[in-house]
């Protein structure tokens, strides 16, 4: 699905992530910056890139900023902001 | 004789400061400490180097050392506990002989033995007379207890008393004696007192906190040590303090009447002193103004030496006499050693302080914490670094259930019955990674950044450079 | 259940340890803990919470928004799949809006091959009309397994004031309950929110024990304990509970159909009861040899 505008979802305390999605320039680009990213670094990014697979997202800037959020919260924070990038105004 | 130096750096020289000596601190000050950042300051105007800087704990405000060590000013730290800011500097590498961290009773034993020689020693005095009689309890910067500078004052070649509250000889009472000073300065300010104590110390609001607290006084309840004459020794963080939210009313329920409270003291303790609940306090360090107040008028709140509380070299110490102890962990591992030295990605953030001293002393020693901070799971299959040692840990309390250690059988079987939720550490483990999925290894570096050495003087583990 | 928990639906470390306090419920809120912005994102999250974190020590409640708010739909939506034990839903003032949840939950429930009723409902009772229709609301369907009296917003349409001793909601209680007993149902005290008033708490928690509530919601995690055990069975009961239990393996061994205790027969209402009662007294860590 196409992404249509930028949207962000979660916040900023711990526990939590803000995810943030806009669209991309032909391709998927994911960033992230996280408290835990020496131990959960590559399972952050698999657990987002699982997401985007699910809502055949394949063109988009996705930036991760992670305070510690467990992957469920990881996943419900990039749904959300998913589904607000893909609502038309 | 006189004993007044016009300055610092005239005491400095007096004391015959040179290149290589090593010169100690005590860290009653805590994070409001100006002593350490003004000698170092002085030192590196008279162009000394090479420094050995022995303090019983290292904190924030103490940041500055990071530019003496890199202009050679200071080569070296011995310490017994490190805050985030110098410790990360630590950790990158800066200094090239490795800390030497040390426990609160292993440090006066290994100078009281001669293990660590002292050039010159400042006692940071929040009151003092023109002799060098000192105490804790008068003044602008008052801090209570001067426990853990006694050794020092003592033992070192030469004794500086540093203070910015002169007294009428003789002052009294002396926790530190004329006998062992050689020089006395009157500064400004020794310390900012809102660095050094705060005003109440108040209980952690967390809920998971009061959980795991409330589970750690049903613990000791259980236990069979809570009994008439009862032992007891928390932390002023955390949970820790709210454990004894909780140990009171079951004290006053089973009516028993504890013999004394040990450590580091907050006004709560204070509190269950003046209430019954304890005879005595036996304080190294006071945590709250109410912990200073009750330290200078009452009696029965005796001030400890760092010796007395918990050196294992004495023929007894307080540590000797402890029933309970709660204590905190930034990660156990699955034989329940604990790391209180490094957080999770290995940097340098604390230090055993009394950790591994009570652990050894007490008969039951209670580790808090909860099962993860943010993503973290705290349990572990390999500690970062071992501080404290496994087979002197009795008990892990988290949010989620408590783990006992397998050599202590028959306090399992106490707590099993008393219907508490006892699991095997490893069941605990996996219960917490469960919700947090489970980290990856770190890598850290080849090269050490410091050296842990036990209350027994042996190096108990050596803690890497970050990469 | 004596406590039910408010846990904050778009909170993640609450939602995390939502069944560590003791609570015997847990009540996800989607409603007044959430603002309407991020309605959106505590659904999900509530859904990815429920499902990955398995919640064990309790019964799960989900509060939703009220019926005609853009919301309700959305809500039942992503709800009903997690097969919660019991949807709460708000503002409740009449059997019609119970109704009308129930069929949707027919629906729902039949879209996701769940067994039919299997969700329970416990409406939040908070304005003046609903209380006067406590008894209709409490009969409106099978579902309604209790009532809840929700206080605030409740003294807030009487345009009373709200006090710690509670005057002004006496008769919302006393109706409240009489309405659920008259149906054979629970009825669910109101939430004390002076969090750091345990004394205040523990008064008001045996007032409502003793009115005959079942149990009482909390909105702070620190509220559990008192709450449990205001709620929980005295000494007397735990005695004869001990005895009943006695007395059927004593039934048993002896090969007994029939048992007799203190000259009653006592029938499976009565053993489950008392199977209760020392459920209740080992969580609780009561019963030991010297409490």
Known sequence: MEIKKAAAAGTMESNDAMIMIEPGDGELEIFVDSVVARQFGKQ???????????YEIEDAHVLVRDKGAVECTLKARCETAILRALKED | MNKRAE??????????????????????????????????????????????????????????????IRNGVVTGIETNYMGAKVGKAISEGILDRPVRFRSHGGRPDAIE??????????????????????????????????????????????????TDYLAEYPLSPASIEETDVDYVVVVDKIGDAAGIVSGTTQITRDPVGLKIAETAARVIEHSGYLADGFSFQTGAGGASLAVTKYLKPIMKRKNVSGSFGLGGITGYMVDMLREGYFKKLMDVQCFDLKAVESLKTNPDHIEVSASRYASPGVISACVDHLDAVILGATQIDTDFNVNVHTDSNGYIMGGSGGHSDTAAGAKLSIIVAPLFRARLPIIVDRALCVSTPGNTVDVLVTQRGIAVNPAREALRKRLTDACLPVYDIGELKEMAEKITGKPDDIELGERIAAEVEYRDGSIIDKIRCVK | MRSMLFIPGNNPGMLLNADVHGADAMILDLEDAVSPDQKDAARILVRNAVRALDYQNGKLVIRINPIGTPFFDDDLQAVVPLSPDYIMP??????????????????????????NGKISIIPLIETAEGIENAFAIAKADKRVKALFLGA??????????????????????????????????????????????????????????????????????????????????????IQYAKEVLEAIEEGKRLGKGAVSLRGKMIDKPVVDRAKRVIEDMLALGLGGDDE
């Open chain 3, 90 to 115: 708000t503002k409740v003032d009449s059997a019609e809006y119970i109704k009308a949840l129930s069929e949707k939950l027919d629906l729902l429930e039949a879209e996701c091959g769940l067994e």
């Open chain 1, 44 to 54: 952050i990014e698999r657990a987002v890139m699982e997401v985007l697979s699910q």
């Open chain 2, 113 to 162: 033995k001669g293990r660590v020689k002292i050039d010159i020693a400042f006692v940071a005095a929040p009151c003092a007379d023109a002799s060098g009689n000192a105490n804790g309890i008068y003044g602008p910067s008052a801090c209570g207890s001067l426990g853990y500078a006694c050794a020092d004052a003592k033992y070192a070649k030469t004794t500086i008393v540093v």
């Open chain 3, 152 to 237: 605030e917003d409740y003294s807030a349409d009487l345009h009373a004031v709200r006090s710690k001793q509670g005057d002004e909601i006496l008769y919302a209680r006393g109706r409240i309950l009489n309405a659920a007993r008259a149906a054979a149902i629970d009825a669910y005290d109101t939430p004390f929110t002076d969090v750091n008033d345990e004394e205040g708490l523990e008064k008001d928690a045996s007032l409502a024990r003793e009115m005959g509530f079942t149990g009482k919601a909390a909105i702070s995690p620190r509220h559990i304990t008192a709450i449990n055990a205001a709620f929980s069975p005295s000494k007397a009961e």
């Open chain 2, 7 to 68: 300055s610092l750096g005239a005491a400095m020289k007096k004391a015959g400061i040179q290149n290589g000596m090593t010169i100690s601190f005590h860290h009653h000050l805590r994070n409001g400490d100006y002593v350490m950042n003004m000698v170092l300051d002085e030192a590196a105007k008279m162009g000394i180097k090479d420094l050995t800087v022995q303090a019983s704990s290292v904190f924030d405000v103490h940041q500055p050392i990071i530019e003496h």
